[in-house]
């Protein structure tokens, strides 16, 4: 097959010229055709039996990023992008940001938490169609179509939450049902169903008694959650069950969340990435259902429930790590770690991943829209009646030892002056005794004075 484009020739051209043939198929198929998909099925061809033998040199072949871009460039191939819509900043961001970073210190130095016990949680829409906004076609070609299944506004809410230590807490699904469907789910994931599909107050009661609380099965230590101010997150019953939980909120400002929030900076466009990989191999197979009129049927609940959690399971523990300092939530108090702050571009390289735009949310009206919220300063309150309480359990232990202690002593001294008294009558005794033997010893100062020594002893004895 003669090349589009003049440039080095390639080391394996029936390689090059089988991998142009299937990217042209699936693009005839519509399907979307990534950098990755064709480095993958490169390396595929590479490993055939036939293609060896004749090529035995290939087998330590890199195919690289400099291979693929000079690949891409032989046959005229360009990476296509559509239209993105990104969050929109409020004017005075800078200001917002450091009020709601020094509400972050103030309970941090208060309370002293853990990396282990500062979270982040956060619902992410997901589709039954992840189409890639991207796909590599024809130079110059006018119309790029995208191949689905139709269901690219079906969606269902993913929950994740994760803790500055890296550790990932277990993803949840909220399909838009009213019964959880009989099939085959995968362990390590919670499937709910609700009439929106998305996370309500109840979800959020819910999400608290059954996954934060696993952060420590054994107890509810001192904690701190991360929240972006939907309106479930943030209404009474939820921030007393919280604060039941032994957990401090810290609420997001409205609009602040792709700079302030570590799910979004970076992990869930990680965890996307992933989920859209294991769509488009899906989407590329041979093994679907179809529709009586020839469409390819959606993927199954459990099949997006499998993608969902096993594309979390691969998320970066050091990505998770990294975003929640480059948000200033978990850096060290010592300022040693303030190079981490809004290093939103390196965060980006360390993800790494080929589709990297920001994708609107097609069914905005479907999500709770983000309020005004304030978080509260007024934490002395809660220090000092912890501390008051600590104070009066300490006086009244105080004051039961005290009592204990006076009561002991009045004893001893009962017993001492019963003791006292014992022995004066004792000593009266002797006396008496003494006196009637002085009648038959007139004149004994032999016995007198051993009287007196006798007496002496036994006032020194018992202290009388």
Not at 15 to 40: C, M, P, Q, Y
Not at 124 to 151: C, E
Not at 157 to 182: S, W
């Amino acid at each position: 097959m003669a090349k589009l484009h003049p440039g080095k020739p390639a080391k394996y051209p029936k390689l090059e010229d089988d991998l142009f043939v299937w990217i042209s198929e699936k693009r005839a198929s519509g399907h979307a055709v990534s950098r990755k998909l064709i480095t993958n099925k490169a390396i595929s061809l590479s490993r055939n039996k036939v293609f060896l033998a004749s090529n035995p040199g290939i087998a330590g072949f890199k195919f690289s990023n400099k291979w693929l871009d000079a690949f891409l460039g032989r046959y005229d191939l360009r990476e296509r992008r559509r239209t993105t819509v990104s969050q929109i900043l409020p004017l005075n961001l800078i200001e917002i940001q450091n009020i709601f970073l020094s509400y972050i210190m103030y309970l941090r130095i208060h309370n002293k938490y853990p990396l282990k016990y500062i979270g982040n949680m956060d619902e992410t829409p997901m589709w039954f169609d992840l189409p890639s906004n991207t796909t590599i076609n024809q130079k110059g070609a006018k119309t790029v179509n995208i191949r689905t299944t139709g269901h690219e506004r079906t969606s269902f809410t993913v929950v994740l939450g994760c803790m500055a230590d890296g550790t990932k807490l277990p993803a949840v699904c909220i399909f838009k049902l009213k019964n959880i469907p009989k099939e085959k789910f995968p362990r390590g994931i919670y499937i709910r169903v609700n009439e929106k599909g998305w996370v309500n107050e109840q979800e959020m009661l819910w999400w608290i008694e059954t996954v934060w609380t696993s952060r420590n099965p054994f107890g509810n230590p001192r904690s701190m959650l991360v929240l972006d101010s939907f309106h479930g997150h943030i209404v009474e019953s939820v921030k007393n069950r919280l604060k039941e939980k032994n957990t401090n909120m810290a609420v997001i400002p409205g609009g602040c969340t792709s700079k302030l929030q570590p799910l979004d900076v970076a992990i869930n466009k990680s965890f996307k990435s992933k989920v859209k990989d294991r769509y488009n191999d899906w989407m590329i197979s041979n093994i679907h259902a179809f529709t009586p009129t020839g469409k390819i049927k959606r993927p199954s609940y459990s099949t997006v429930a499998t993608w969902v959690k096993e594309s979390w399971d691969e998320v970066d523990v050091s990505i998770i790590q990294n975003s929640f300092k480059c948000c200033g939530i978990s850096t060290k108090l010592d300022s040693s770690e303030d190079n981490c702050l809004f290093n939103y571009d390196g965060l980006l390289n360390q993800v790494n991943v080929d589709d990297d735009e920001v994708i609107e949310d097609p069914n905005p009206e479907e999500y709770p829209e983000e309020t005004d919220y304030e978080n509260d300063w007024n934490i002395e309150k809660e220090i000092n009646e912890e501390g008051e309480q600590e104070i009066e359990e300490e006086i009244n232990e105080e004051g039961e030892q005290e009592i204990e202690e006076e009561i002991n002593e009045e004893n001893e001294q009962e017993i001492e002056e019963e003791i006292n008294e014992e022995d004066e009558q004792e000593i009266e005794k002797k006396m008496k005794d003494n006196e009637e033997e002085d009648n038959d010893y007139v004149d004994s100062d032999d016995n007198d004075e051993e009287f007196k020594q006798a007496l002496k002893k036994l006032k020194k004895k018992y202290k009388v």
